[in-house]
Structure formats: C-alpha cells, structure tokens
C-alpha cells in the first residue's frame, strides 16, 4: 500500500493559464475526493467519483474547473483560465466503500500559487 | 445541512498537560465523526474516529466520545508530549451526502517543553 499520490508538489502559474493535477488513490478503492484547503480553513469538498462516474460536484466548482477519472483508476482536476482566488491547497482522497462509510484516506496535496 | 463548529486556535499548552479542543456537528441523519492531524509539511492522517452514538474512538492517547445528545465528539488527551504539535480537524461524514466530509477550521496545538 503506497498511499494516496497527488502530483505535482507544487505548481505556480501565471493568472489565466490552464492547470491540471493528478492524483493516484490506493489501487483497491472505489471512491476518489477531491478537496480544497486555503490556509487557516478546513478542507472544502469540491467533488467525487465512485469508480469512473463523477457522482456529485459542490457549488464551488464553477465551470473553469473540471474533473475526471477515466477508467476509475486515476484522477486529474483541470481548472481552467486560473484566478488569483485559486490559490489554494487541492488535496484529494481516496476509500473503499461498501455497504457503509469508508474511511478517506488523505494525499500530500498540491499547493497552487496563482500570481 | 451539515456543517462542524470547532474550537478555535490556537493552543499553546505546555508539556504533560491535559488537552480539550471542542468541537460541535450539525449533520442530517447518523453521521460518522472522525478527528484529523496534519503535522507540519505533511497531509492529513486519521487520527480516530466514532461511527455510532456513545461510540469512543482512541489512539496515541488520544479519546473522543460520540455525543449524540449534545452533538459533540471533543478530543482530550491527558498528557500532551511536544511531538503532538500540529493542526487538528473535526469532520464528520454522512452516507446520506455521498460521504463527503465536512471539516470544521482546524485548531493549531502548540506543546512546550
């Protein structure tokens, strides 16, 4: 078990360019989370998948950002013409539920600077 | 809706001494209850958790009781080593909004020698 991957560490762009993330949950687990952490804030829920079907995405995820997970194995979030208020922790999660809660576990996280 | 309220930060407590840090849920149907750490440079970790009311997750020394009847889940440790710095999060999840957490603010535990 190697844990929950998310690449890159770190990522600084210039305001209006596009960006993409990817995270590797724990092979075995159906569901993947994405979140998002601004300092001195709790994680903020932006969207998940079971297996490869996007089941719910919050309000915050307005239409410049996007997620996938083709084939129910990774992920990537694309946010799309960025903004100075993307600047952010994006941190993903992964669990294995079945018939119940399932435990998430946490990636690294990828901090984005947007200048 | 759901939503956690947690005490907010930051706490500095020297060495051995006890430990609190309220936290209070709102959730729509029978929420799971979990506490988090994040020490510095890293990700979150499980730290416990409560699946039930009266439930009492524990680890590293670490408690929290879930109740129900005040919709709360605080964390207390009784003696607190300095290597237990770190950002700490009340979440709860719910199998009735897909699982999702919901995380309070974090509070910011700073132990000294």
């Known amino acids: 078990d190697t844990g929950v991957s998310q690449d890159p560490r770190h990522k600084i762009t210039k305001r209006g360019q596009n960006v993409t993330f990817r995270c590797d949950p724990i092979?075995?687990?159906?569901?993947l989370y994405w979140y998002r952490q601004t300092l001195g804030q709790g994680p903020e829920f932006l969207t998940y998948f079971q297996n490869e079907a996007q089941l719910e995405k919050s309000r915050l995820l307005s239409d410049r950002f996007s997620a996938e997970r083709p084939k129910g194995s990774f992920s990537t979030l694309e946010i799309q013409r960025t903004e100075q208020g993307d600047s952010a922790m994006y941190l993903c999660?992964?669990?294995?539920?079945?018939?119940?809660?399932?435990?998430?576990?946490f990636g690294p996280g990828t901090r984005l600077t947007v200048t | 809706g759901n939503s956690v309220t947690q005490m907010e930060g930051p706490v500095t407590l020297s060495e051995e001494a006890f430990l609190t840090i309220n936290c209070t849920y709102t959730a729509t149907g029978y929420p799971s209850l979990f506490w988090y750490v994040q020490y510095p440079g890293e990700g979150l970790q499980l730290l416990l958790k409560?699946?039930?009311?009266?439930d009492k997750g524990s680890n590293k020394g670490f408690e929290a009781t879930y109740r129900k009847e005040t919709t709360s889940f605080h964390l207390e440790k009784g003696s607190v080593q300095v290597s237990d710095s770190a950002v700490y999060f009340c979440a709860l999840s719910s199998s009735n909004t897909g699982n999702q957490f919901y995380f309070g603010t974090g509070t910011s535990l700073t132990v000294i020698p």
């Open positions: 409560a699946t039930k009311a009266d």
């Open positions: 999660a992964s669990s294995l539920v079945s018939g119940g809660y399932g435990e998430q576990y």
């Open positions: 092979s075995e687990h159906n569901r």
